[in-house]
């Protein structure tokens, strides 16, 4: 496994973009039936696993807008 190590006891500052991870998102977006309130999910990679699960969304009579 990577890391880093990191010496001299100065302070970190900054921020990261993490992208979406397939994995995370086809457990996440499913999950969102059972949330009972409007649901913003970003940063979601653009395959067509994700696209299923909208198309099944949409089957289940949820209200999707998803802007790539």
């Known amino acids: 496994m990577a890391y880093y190590v990191i010496n001299g006891g100065k302070r970190?500052?900054?921020?990261?973009?993490?992208?979406?991870a397939k994995n995370a998102a086809l457990a996440i977006i499913p999950a969102?039936?059972?949330?009972?309130?409007?649901?913003?999910?970003?940063?979601?990679?653009?395959i067509e696993d994700v696209?299923?699960?909208?198309e099944i969304l949409r089957l289940m009579g949820a209200v999707v807008d998803f802007t790539p």
């Open 12 to 20: 970190l500052e900054g921020s990261v973009t993490i992208s979406g």
């Open 32 to 46: 969102t039936i059972l949330a009972g309130e409007s649901c913003r999910l970003e940063n979601l990679p653009y």
């Open 51 to 54: 696209n299923t699960l909208e």
